[in-house]
């Protein structure tokens, strides 16, 4: 059909007899204004005006066209944003003015009831009109290159990524049986309508790092668990929707969620996951006819499954034997894995601030108020799971006070925070203000001491004695020889310093992660004001320091933090080395497994278009959306593993190279 037909097509459906515009481009600006004021049910009239301008185009649809499917895309955003804004301004105006009730006790009983009954569901509709525009790679891939699924596929994955169910609780969760605490837009309600027993169930107990008396919370099963979150906020949404395009349904794709609080040996001891982990693996091979299963994780889910990974072969885990991995699994898929750490752990358990808080200015007070930093602290060091994320290779990896691997002196002189190219002589004055990379916890006006990797344990140890025993469940060393017996031990099992990869000859893993995004690598530190916040427990202040924002460097230091090139939440060096460099030795990798690293550069498209970065974004979390990303994902999964070569454009060789032999 041409141009014109497509066109006179348009006109002839107008059915109120007033010729519809022939013009794509004006096609797609009614478009637009259509979906800023159409219900639900004319969405779907919407999506097809689209496609009409499109064909007309004879081209992918046009920028009005998506930013059409944009505004309906958002609009659930706008609803969600309306009532937190709300919801903050009226408790801030009650917090400042308390002896001037804003509503009366009635009314105040009233909106409650009316948040109660309100159907919190739908705030979690899933969007489907930019889905079925834009162009997945997963449909590209079957039309136009006949891939098609092959292994078994089990996803895991990461930090936060599953939603929490509560299956047991106190009186003032008993009316959300089975609902879940986190991961749906209830867990706003809940939140916003008491955040103490809110808090009260997500927090663990200290001394067993498992669960309170009387409470628990666990994973919620299936796809669902973990397919997308808040509001319709995908995180292995796209990636399934893609793996269906070639063939996979839930015959041969599984999810394998956990509660992502626990460290991964409390996992195997309250859950059994390990176990059923095995069983599920062992179940997807079977089920496909003997085929080996690809295991695709994310962020801290890469951390649990090389636990999984030695725990199965040991006679002190699943008993499997050094053959089992190698029987059962075809290819591991790392994404965006903090195999040696992350950076912003630190923080978090220092004073439970980060990047996202410290920027955010004026509108973090606003956050402290319905959650303070003393509960924000508390309820991060509740959490072994982040203990488990603390930088582990101590100064060898990390650096020194005089140089780090990573230091921006020995690197290319770009900038990080901007994208304005920096000089030489810019850099050689930023480290002689700042030191090196190595002195990730810095102090000023105080007689506390700089510190570095191999001392952040013994800072946070003073802080709070409690996570001495997270730290003795764990191992951050570097190993003379990891095949000795004594590493034969979960304590071992997480550090991939202490632990070889399996005897698996076979097994093809592919780090896969995002680099060109500013992430934390440090922190400058002030005393907290004696104010409200100095709250102490057991008679030792929560958060005796706070990151002092008034200290910029740019494009390098930003509010009291420095950056360097990784992922937005993983630092470069903790993303590729062992992959570009660790796992290519015999003693990590006696069995000679085939490693492969992919970086994808970030390239996000303005947030007026796509808050979540777009089809090129290399975020830490958005990354699961990547274009590239997800193709990569696909030919793994159909066994196209030439298609799929190794790819580095960042340092991390020339940081390994610096590390030296490990």
């Known amino acids: 059909m041409t141009g014109n037909d497509a066109s006179s097509s348009v006109r002839q459906r107008n059915s109120r007899g007033r010729a519809k515009p022939t013009s794509p481009k004006a096609l797609a600006n009614e478009a637009v204004a259509k979906a800023m004021t159409s219900s639900k049910d004319e969405q779907s009239e919407t999506k097809e005006t689209f496609h009409e301008a499109a064909h007309a185009l004879g081209r992918t649809p046009s920028w009005q066209a998506r930013a059409a499917n944009h505004v309906v895309k958002k609009r659930i955003y706008s609803i969600l944003a309306g009532i937190i804004i709300g919801i903050l301004a009226v408790t801030s105006f009650q917090r400042f003015y308390l002896e001037k009730p804003l509503i009366s006790e009635d009314s105040l009983l009233m909106v409650r009831e009316m948040y109660d009954n309100f159907n919190w569901s739908t705030l979690d509709t899933r969007p489907t009109i930019l889905g079925a525009v834009e162009k997945r790679p997963g449909l590209q891939l079957f039309q136009e290159e006949n891939v098609t699924a092959y292994s078994p596929v089990v996803l895991i994955p990461g930090f936060t990524s599953t939603g929490l169910e509560i299956w047991n609780g106190s ?26 027993c809110w808090l009260q169930h997500m ?13 628990k919370l666990r994973a919620a099963k299936g796809l669902e668990a973990a397919d997308y979150l808040i509001g319709g906020f995908w995180v292995w949404g796209k ?26 040996h409390l996992l195997e001891k309250r859950d059994g996951y390990f176990t059923k982990l095995k069983y599920t693996i062992e179940m997807a091979r079977k089920a496909a006819n003997g085929r080996k299963v690809m295991v695709v994780t994310h962020s801290y889910a890469t951390q649990v499954i090389f636990h999984f990974l030695k725990w ?35 923080s978090a358990l220092m004073s ?20 303070s930093i003393p509960a924000r602290t508390k309820l991060a060091r509740s959490w072994s799971s982040i203990s488990t994320m603390l930088p582990i290779g101590g100064d060898r990896i990390w650096g020194t006070a005089e140089s780090a691997p990573d230091d921006i002196v020995a690197a290319s002189p770009l900038s990080t925070v901007t994208k304005t190219p920096v000089g030489l002589t810019k850099v050689e004055a930023h480290v002689a203000r700042f030191g090196s990379h190595g002195q990730v916890v810095r102090f000023v006006n105080l007689t506390h001491e700089n510190v570095t990797i191999g001392g952040v344990q ?60 500013p992430v934390e690598r440090g922190y400058t530190y002030g005393a907290n004001p004696m104010d409200k916040n100095n709250v102490t427990v057991n008679g030792q202040r929560v958060a005796p320091f706070l990151f002092n924002t008034d200290v910029d460097d740019l494009p390098y230091v930003k509010g009291g933090i420095r950056y360097s090139d990784g992922d937005g939440t993983v630092p470069l060096i903790s993303l590729g080395l062992m992959c570009a460099s660790g796992w290519r030795t015999d003693k990590f990798n006696p069995s000679h497994a085939d490693v492969r690293v992919r970086e994808y550069r970030h390239n996000p498209v303005s947030m007026l278009y796509d808050a979540r970065g777009g089809p090129e974004t290399a975020d830490h979390v958005d990354i699961m959306g990547n274009h590239a990303l997800i193709r990569d994902v696909l030919l793994v999964s ?12 960042s340092s991390i060789k020339d940081i390994a190279q610096r590390v030296g032999e490990l």
């Open 458 to 517: 013994k800072l946070l140890d003073e802080l709070d004695p409690y996570l001495d025993k997270f730290r003795s469940w764990l191992s951050t060393e570097i190993a003379e020889d990891p095949s000795l017996p004594e590493y034969d031990h979960y304590k071992y099992w997480t550090n991939p310093l202490t632990a070889t990869l399996p005897k698996a000859p076979n097994l093809k893993i592919f780090c896969f992660y995002g680099v060109g995004k």
């Open 352 to 371: 439970g601030e980060m990047k996202d808080t410290a920027e955010l200015g004026g509108l973090s007070k606003f956050l402290g108020y319905f959650f």
């Open 239 to 264: 990636l399934v929707e893609n793996l269906a395009e070639i063939g996979y349904d839930s015959n041969n794709l599984y999810m394998a969620a956990y509660d992502w609080r626990l460290m991964p």
């Open 171 to 196: 009186a003032c969760s008993k009316a959300y049986f089975r609902q879940r605490m986190w991961g749906t837009s209830r867990m706003l309600q809940q939140f916003m309508l008491n955040q103490k």
């Open 203 to 215: 927090m663990l107990n200290r001394s067993t790092g498992m669960d309170p008396d009387g409470i």
């Open 638 to 649: 159909a066994r196209v593993y030439d298609r799929v070569p190794e790819n580095i454009t």
């Open 312 to 346: 199965v072969e040991s006679d002190k885990g699943g008993k499997g034997g050094d053959q089992w991995v190698e029987t059962n699994m075809d290819a591991l898929v790392n994404i965006a894995g903090p195999m040696l750490g992350v950076v912003k752990t630190i």
